[in-house]
């Protein structure tokens, strides 16, 4: 193949990935939405989706590396190398260059958030969860009147359910 068929075909990789890095992005916000909604079926369906993106996007990078890698003859090939070597695309390289790092940021500051999401409610059932133990593990005793007579916790529960 000729440099120019490899060129071309790096920049449509290049809009493809910026386009895959969107399409994760939607599908974080979906994840935050469902994660606030306590919505586990979604949430399945969410992780299974991105992670078929995650893969994608892995193998995207691979072929990418390797279209810079026979389109460079810099020692560490880089897209800023590239468009040096390869003034006429230059422009148009640097800015699809510049729309990855701009989605990949994206992505990555939803992530973090939906990170922060996660372990919150992760803390909130943990919470949850040892307020149910700590209840079932202190029983409440029946007096001979038929009134419950159990621990203070369980009267806490209750008012929660």
Not at 13 to 27: D, E, F, G
Not at 47 to 76: C, D, G, P, W
Not at 119 to 140: F, I, P, S
Request: no cysteine; hydrophobic share 45%; proline share 2%.
């Amino acid at each position: 193949m000729s440099s120019g068929v490899y060129m071309i075909e790096l920049k449509v990789l290049l809009r493809q990935m910026i386009s895959t890095q969107r399409q994760l992005l939607v599908l974080l916000v979906e994840q935050q939405t469902a994660m606030s909604a306590l919505d586990a079926p979604k949430l399945e369906q969410l992780s299974r989706r991105q992670e078929e993106i995650r893969q994608h996007i892995a193998q995207q990078e691979t072929r990418r590396k390797y279209l810079v890698m026979r389109l460079s003859s810099a020692q560490k090939p880089t897209l800023a190398a590239l468009a040096q070597q390869h003034p006429d695309d230059a422009k148009e390289l640097l800015q699809l260059r510049d729309g990855l790092r701009e989605a990949i940021e994206t992505v990555r500051h939803r992530s973090a958030v939906s990170g922060k999401l996660a372990g919150a409610v992760l803390g909130h059932l943990n919470q949850a969860v040892r307020l149910l133990a700590g209840a079932v593990q202190r029983a409440g005793v029946y007096t001979r009147s038929g009134q419950p007579n159990g621990a203070a916790r369980l009267g806490v529960l209750n008012a929660v359910a």
